[in-house]
């Protein structure tokens, strides 16, 4: 038996998101069930996960002079969150149109006078490469101090072909040079780029099928659409999600953000891997989606999304949870509509405005978000054979989590098993 390379011990309290299904998300009474272990501790090996459990149970044998120690004690131990749904790489930014925001102009209202998405668009297309890459650099430096240790990182601010690939390019490249690892999702079916205003959406969305989608085998392993007005209508995201899985991909979707089209039971029923946004599904609607995908389907929910806009409506998560679709929780991070990066906040938004309890708002950051991208088999709970990403906080149980609001409870992170 090897010793182990890092032990945290003397934890408070371990979350350990273990205890439930195996093989789907997390879901009705699962999302709260979950193990936590009073007085415990985690030891890596290497990059991986090799034991969790009580102190009384840490085998003092793989202890040895090389094994890294860090002392938990009165504190929590978690899984690293994984935020699944940020717009990572852009260039410029929107605080030109917070007043306006502020004056009242509502977000379709900004996008239909040339602003909005086509905005950013616009300083996307003009940044070089280089500049893309700093930027992006520069937030995950501060994902990374907020305790995330994968993201997925949408493209979707180029609309054109070679900005719409240099994009995912460089959220790959972004994750190389730094710890914190990147999922490219393919988001080219944000809104209609100018160039296609009088082809329509249809032909745009043919434009990539014809002539991106076969570039991205490999680079990107999801694609996205914004079914919302002003975006692309259902029977356009219907095509352009089914055309996609013919050639491999899997499949998201915003929708349901601002009215009720319907888009969420479509793609569920396409087989869609997340639900996005999902403010106006209504409870009946996600049951239905339950049922339908045998809880397989992940509804991402966005609370700080209708905060910055200024909106009533968010999604009634505690329905969706009561009705047994599974749920994860992320901030939306882009440039228009939450430029933040504070997961921790959107927890606390999550439990005082849809609904949501502290343990079921770690599991919708953390494993849940983890099957919201396809990487529940190697992080969002700690289990041996597991990716060795942990956090320690300051904080002494799971219920002060979303208590502190806005605070980053974070005192150390561990990605790989590494302290970064």
Known sequence: MFPYTLVIQHAAQVLTLAGGPTARPLAGPDLSSWTIIENGYVACQGDKIAAVGPMAELDPARISPETRLI???????MPGLVECHTHLVFGGNRAHEFERKLRGESYLDILAS???ILSTVRATRAASEQELLENALHHLEGFRRYGITTLEAKSGYGLDRDTELRLVGVARAAGRRQPVRVVPTFLGAHVVPPEFKEAGPRAYVDFILREVLSDLKGEAAFVDI????GAFPLEVARYFLEQAHKMGFGLKIHAEQLHDLGGCEMAAALGATSIDHCDYLTPAAAAR??????????AVLLPLVPLFLRQEKYAPGREFIDNGLPVALSTD???????????WLALSVACLK????????????TLNAAWAIGHAADCGSLAPGKRADLLVLNLGSVAEIPYWLGENPVRDVVIGGEEV
């Open 354 to 365: 849809m609904g949501f309890t502290p343990k079921e708002a770690v599991a919708a950051a």
């Open 289 to 298: 989606i339950a049922q339908q995908t045998q809880g397989q389907t992940v």
């Open 333 to 343: 991070f882009n440039p228009g509509s939450c430029p933040s990066k504070n997961l």
């Open 114 to 116: 040339g602003g909005g």
């Open 226 to 229: 914004f079914c919302e007005q």
């Open 71 to 77: 002392d938990a004690t009165g504190r929590v131990v």
